[in-house]
Structure formats: C-alpha cells, structure tokens
C-alpha cells in the first residue's frame, strides 16, 4: 500500500509544477505489421484461370484463345490461352492504323493528305478471294480519310498497304515500323510479315518482285497482347472506335464510280448476330488464323474488351464470342471491396490519448473495387497487409494519439485477392485508414485536470477499500 501512496504522490506533484509529462497508453504492441488472412482451402482456387475453364466448359467455348478485361483498369476477366501465339488476321490493322494516327499525331499526316496508289497496290485492290475496296492506280486522288475508312469499315487491305508505302516508302518498312510500335507498348513475342494481316506471300513490293515470305507465314501474336493494342489505339485514338461502329459508308473509288463499304462486324445493328450491346472493333480472317474478332461491350455499367481468336466457321465466331460474352455478364459483377468514407471501425472501439474525445469513428480513405465471380468466396481468397502495427489498450480498444487529422492516416494497407490479374501492374487494392474527424489534442490545463481526476478517484477507492477492511 505504501508503495502506491507514493507513486500516486510524486505523479501529483509532478502535475503541479506543470511538467507536461508523455504518458503513453497502456498497449499491446504487435511484433510486425498487422495481418488479416481470409485464404482457406477450397475446391476452387478463386483464380482467373479457375474461373475461365469453367465458363468455357459450361458453354463449349471452340475457338483457339480467347480473352477479356475491363477497359480501364485492364483486369483480365477470362483467359483461354491468352498468352499463346496465335495469328491475329486482319486484326492486324490495329497495328497498322496505330502507326497511321501517331504519324497524323506528329504532324506528318493529316486527314487530308492525299496518298498514291501503285500499280501493284491496285491490282491488290481487286485480287479475287482477299477482303478489300477497290483502288485505282493514282497520285492524288484518294485521301488519308478515305483509306482509313477503307481499312476500319471494309477491312480493305489494298487501302493499308497504299498508307504503308506512303510513310515508310514501301510496306517491308513499314513493317518494321510496326514492330517498333509494338516493342514501344512493351509487346516482344510476335511474327509480322504483311501491314494488312495477309499471309507474308502477299506482301507487296515496289520493284514488283516477289515477296520473301510464303503463304504460311501469317502475323501473330498472343490474344492478350493484340488486346492491349486495341486497349491502347481506342483510348488513345477514340476517332478508331468511331469509325469501326459506322455499319456502312459509301465510297468513291473514282468521281464515277462508287462502293459501299459494309462493315465486317456483323454484331452491329441489321446484321445476322446484331447485339445492341457491342461496338467495334475489328474483325479478321486467314487461313492458318482462322476466324478472329475484338468487340467492346459493357458489364455492370464498365467497359469491356473481348477478343477471340481461330475459330472454325463464321458461326462459330459469332456464336461463340457471343455466348462468351453473355456468360462473362451473368458471371461477374463489379464489387466493391472498400467504400469511401465506410466504418473501418467504431468509436467505441478507439481510445484517444490527449484527444477532445475519447474516440473516434475510423474510416476507408478510398474506394477499392474490381470485377469478380458472382457469389465469389472473398474471405477464403483475399488477404490484406498493413503497413505498421497497431497499439491496443488494456481494455482492448485500439489506442490513438491526438492530434488527428482526417487527411492523414491512422495506418496504410494493401490488399491482394486471388482473382487480381491484369494486362499490365497488378490492380491498386491499396488503401488508408482515417479518422472521419479531426481530434484536437487537448491543453496541458485540461490534461493535469484528467490526472487529478484519475488521482483523486483512485484514492477514494483505495479509502473506501481500507475503511471497508476495518469494519
């Protein structure tokens, strides 16, 4: 007992002398940073590739590869041998028009600048069997304009080919300008022989001579990288988009004479697998690729990307990129995993030393969200990791110092989930701990008051402990 007196004694004098002293909460102070792991062993491991064999065997997907991800974050949604090489067909353009708007971007183009076409371009023009739109031999006639519209709505390869050897001086160049624009994106693992997508024995020379290349030697490269130069044109070239949803166009191929172009698409409107919700891109078809097609769409009000690549038949194109389509909409849902301002934890829960309140509400400085599975099993698959320890006090409550601000954190956290892949960096499931108000650290006056009071209390129970003894 005397022990306490004088501990209590010296703690009171201390106060009135004015000695701000640091009392530091009583804590139970974690080793290392905080962790909460959800994971548990299940059936399904909660992955991308889990997730896709099952929807390809629900629906008996039969193309080659196939792949999808939400636009602006480039989360991949499915994947059936995404990262396979695989001939891209006419997909190819996508590559070639990227070429085309940055040169238009550089100012070395303009939509108006007028583009010869070549003898050997223009017999290319009407080579039976090879999609195209007619071109006659000219200087002047046909503009950058003109031949995109050719390239993106008729899937004209003469009119790519015209545009190539215009920048580059001949279409073997301008190949290779290609493949420096891809190498640009940070895609290393393709085959280009053609700026068309035509089979490399179609490459056009200026000398006439014949192409080094054979009939079955295509372009390829792998679902997910043609995907994310479609990702990359349309955000960056939005005018590319535009274009490819233009379902026709008419066009002239001389001042008396005219074509229509109709779009390849044949999921936009009047057509046999019309969707009213799919747009662009572009389709592409060769002997060794098959038939392939990107399509943009929309799940749960978010932009998405679809691409597939070998299919057998045009049915099977349509039938199966469309089926692919509706069950990734039934399947996922756009989920929020933190919302901004939501109670991280209650006020009760807190203790703050030194604060004009004793707690305060803490709260998600952001808001995380990604696609996932419908129903899917987050506390058996998600893991989140915070930054630093937290400090508890002896009733269990977390401990916090004033002052506090609600624009600095309490603590920061990072958060991995199973289902988490992507085009490129791994999605920003990072996230901050705040307090909903700022707590002002109260003055020296009013901390000695809180000393008293807990002194003098203390005291009065150790009275009425000793008076209640003597009885």
């Not at 099952?54 to 949604?77: F, K, P, R, Y």
């Not at 469309?322 to 909409?329: D, M, P, R």
């Not at 933190?338 to 209650?346: F, Q």
Request: charged share 20%; with cysteine; hydrophobic share 40%.
């Amino acid at each position: 007992m005397k022990n306490n007196w004088t501990k209590m004694l010296t703690i009171f004098l201390v106060a009135l002398i004015g000695v701000n002293l640091t009392i530091l909460p009583t804590t139970a102070l974690a080793t290392g940073a905080g962790t909460v792991d959800a994971s548990s062993s299940t059936t399904d491991d909660g992955t991308v590739e889990s997730f896709s064999t099952q929807i390809s065997e629900n629906i008996g997907l039969g193309v080659d590869a196939a792949m999808a991800i939400d636009s602006e974050t480039g989360q991949i949604l499915f994947d059936q041998n995404g990262a396979t090489l695989h001939g891209i067909a006419s997909l190819t353009k996508l590559i070639s028009l990227f070429v085309v708007y940055d040169e238009i971007a550089a100012g070395n183009l303009t939509l108006d600048t007028k583009i010869p076409v070549s003898a050997e371009v223009a017999a290319l023009s009407t080579t039976a069997g090879l999609s195209n739109v007619p071109l006659v031999e000219s200087t002047d006639y046909y503009t950058v304009d003109n031949l995109i519209d050719a390239a993106i709505i008729g899937s004209g390869n003469a009119a790519v080919v015209a545009m190539a050897e215009y920048i580059s001086g001949s279409e073997l160049a301008f190949v290779e300008k290609m493949g420096e624009k891809l190498n640009a994106l940070g895609i290393k693992d393709f085959e280009l022989y053609t700026a068309s997508g035509l089979a490399g024995a179609w490459l056009t020379t200026t000398d006439g001579s014949a192409s080094p290349y054979t009939m079955d030697q295509e372009n390829s490269m792998q679902a997910r990288d043609i995907l994310f130069v479609a990702r990359e044109i349309v955000n960056q070239y939005p005018d590319v988009l535009e274009r490819s949803n233009i379902t026709s166009k008419t066009f002239n191929v001389t001042d008396t004479e005219t074509v229509t172009l109709e779009n390849t698409n044949l999921f936009l409107p009047g057509n046999t697998y019309e969707r009213s919700d799919v747009s662009g891109l572009k389709t592409g078809t060769e002997t060794l690729a098959g038939r392939c097609i990107i399509i943009m769409s929309q799940i749960d009000g978010h932009d998405v990307m679809l691409v597939t690549l070998g299919a057998d038949s045009e049915a099977q194109r349509y039938e199966d990129t469309g089926n692919l389509l509706t069950a990734l909409q039934e399947n996922l849902a756009w989920t929020t995993l933190y919302g901004e301002g939501a109670t991280w934890l209650n006020a009760e829960d807190t203790t703050i030393y030194q604060g004009a309140v004793e707690g305060v509400d803490l709260q998600y400085a952001k808001t995380n969200a990604m696609f996932l599975p419908v129903d899917y099993d987050l506390d058996s698959h998600l893991v989140s990791t915070y930054d630093a320890a937290f400090q508890y006090d002896a009733e269990g409550k977390l401990s916090l110092s004033a002052p506090l601000s609600v624009d600095e954190s309490i603590n920061t956290f990072n958060t991995t989930v199973d289902f988490d892949e992507t085009l490129f960096n791994q999605l920003d499931l990072s996230n901050a701990i705040v307090p909903a108000e700022n707590v002002e650290k109260v003055s020296i006056v009013v901390q000695v008051a809180r000393i008293m009071e807990d002194l003098f209390s203390g005291w009065m129970s150790d009275l009425q402990g000793i008076m209640g003894g003597s009885n």
